[in-house]
């Protein structure tokens, strides 16, 4: 592995892009086998130590910074220093301040340049964040919270003050918005249209928004109130407000509201308003316990059938003939499974997208049963530890034991990337399965990343395990999906249209081997 070197730069706090930009410089150099900046979170310590550190005496806290570097001896402290250097004075912003343009470094100084701004997008660290969305509030700006790691008790506070001045606050962890079409944040390139989303959940808005994309629906809203709005302690009171606008709306048609399942009572407030609606509601609560249609509620249980209905909606197409035709695909995909050839063992899941790692154990879990994860199903299978799977185990990267000090894995694929390594060298493994999820702020060419740590995967397991993924985005999007598509199938990926579809072949590849 080469010699290492780690350094803790106490009390030291930068932004994940920052971290990124700087190790990628410092792992380029001659020399450098690794580099890695993070903050002393105890996930990435276990993430430094999986990467060959040795932490074991290391001394730090999360306010800390770590600059980890491996490689020849005589280039280590060189690295260090490098990393301190571009810190203080990143090359990649030199020249660009020119004093040509006034920047503000204020709320009030933002205000004085854009006087009619009604929406602020808040993206500190969490401890800061809430107070930040109370200025932004008593100014009368709409937030969109992007923020994660924010307190629990402050997301109340904030919800409630935006709430009495009629005001919508999207997150904490809100990384995707749309507003009149126009996206913010990690959103795709989808037509302007009828439909309109509220979304406790970043990927779940962004497959859905896809799905009816693919389909020639557009999506007018796409508002996100991040998780944990619609559990018991916050109420659902961003979901409750952000429909009831949207449904005052005369330009949307139809309103999806998608999720993972709320609180019961939050459940129960907003079937009320939808069976009250005088517009057809879609609730797409993944895996939820409410069954049937009754006009105007359809209710669903996944992402690609939430679009899927929503779009027959919007078409005034037979939604029965919409579901019938669904149900028929689960045949084709076990036929897809036998000409692939099953195989025996363990599935591993490797996700980005919170919702979509939810999806996909819901649908694991109905063909192969139980599922370990960070974000279990059911509390008794929570991993002891997220970077050791064991037996069937899907996890959520995106979670905030990943992002605390470290990007988003939507934006840095490299710990996914290196992680199918680890996964591929248990021999009783026979399917890995991901997401890639592109659009705006997400990962340039997230496919060729991934694909790196395929390959070397391979190497370790030949052809013994399948890579199954799907991709969410579409051909407009600067990745395009399409291309994104073409670069893990040369690889010799087995790419599907959602993750539903995925996630069921994956299944069924083990399970049709018994």
Not at 364 to 380: K, V
Not at 405 to 424: K, N, T, W, Y
Request: hydrophobic share 40%; charged share 25%; glycine share 10%.
């Amino acid at each position: 592995m080469g010699l290492q070197r780690l350094e803790v730069v106490e009390r030291t706090y930068y932004d994940s892009v920052t971290l990124m930009r700087v190790a990628k410089e410092i792992g380029g150099m001659e020399g450098v086998s690794s580099a890695s900046l993070s903050m002393g979170t105890d996930a990435n310590l276990r993430i430094l130590a999986a990467a060959g550190f040795d932490v074991s005496n290391l001394s730090a806290t999360p306010n800390d910074l770590i600059i980890a570097v491996m490689g020849e001896q005589d280039v280590l402290d060189l690295a260090v220093a490098k990393a301190k250097e571009y810190l203080s004075n990143p090359p990649w912003r030199q020249g660009q301040d020119g004093g040509e343009s006034y920047k503000p470094r204020s709320l009030d100084g933002a205000l004085t340049v854009m006087p009619e701004a009604n929406l602020a997008v808040i993206s500190v660290a969490g401890r800061y964040a809430g107070d930040v969305a109370m200025d932004c509030i008593a100014k009368d700006l709409n937030v969109m919270l992007y923020s994660d790691n924010v307190p629990l008790e402050k997301e109340i506070e904030v919800k409630r003050a935006a709430a009495e001045k009629g005001l919508l606050v999207m997150g904490p962890d809100c990384g995707t918005v749309v507003i009149r079409g126009v996206a913010i944040g990690m959103a795709n390139s989808c037509p302007t249209g009828p439909v309109s989303i509220v979304a406790a959940a970043g990927t779940g808005l962004q497959e859905v928004h896809v799905q009816l994309a693919r389909r020639g629906v557009g999506t007018l809203h796409g508002i996100g109130t991040g998780g944990r709005d619609v559990k018991s302690q916050v109420g659902g009171i961003m979901v409750e407000m952000a429909s009831r606008l949207l449904l005052e709306d005369h330009e949307v048609q139809v309103l999806v509201i998608v999720g993972k399942p709320p609180a019961p009572e939050v459940e129960e407030r907003i079937l009320h308003l939808a069976r009250g609606s005088s517009k057809p509601v879609v609730l797409g609560f993944v895996g939820g316990k409410a069954k049937g249609d009754q006009h105007p509620v359809y209710i669903c249980r996944e992402l690609e059938e939430t679009a899927a209905v929503a779009a027959a909606l919007a078409k005034g197409e037979d939604v029965p003939q919409v579901r019938a035709a669904m149900d028929a695909q689960v045949e084709e995909l076990k036929a897809l499974a036998k000409r692939i050839g099953p195989r025996k063992g363990y599935l591993r899941g490797l996700y980005s997208g919170g919702t979509l790692c939810y999806e996909a154990q819901l649908i694991a879990r109905d063909i192969l049963g139980p599922i370990h994860s960070n974000t279990p199903l059911e509390e008794h299978l929570k991993l002891e530890d997220s970077l050791r799977s064991v037996e069937h185990t899907i996890v959520d990267f995106g979670e905030d034991e990943f992002t605390q000090g470290r990007l988003h894995p939507m934006i840095d694929v490299s710990l996914r990337a290196s992680r199918f390594q680890e996964e591929v060298k248990d021999p009783e493994v026979g399917v890995v399965l991901f997401d890639v999820v592109i659009g705006y702020g997400c990962h340039p060419d997230p496919a060729t990343g991934l694909v790196e740590g395929i390959r070397k995967a391979k190497e370790i397991c030949g052809d013994r395990v399948v890579f199954v993924a799907s991709v969410c985005g579409t051909p407009d999007d600067v990745q395009d999906a399409d291309r994104q598509r073409r670069i893990l199938e040369e690889a010799g990926v087995v790419v599907m249209d959602s993750n539903a579809k995925a996630s069921r072949l994956a299944s069924f590849l083990l399970s049709l081997s018994e």
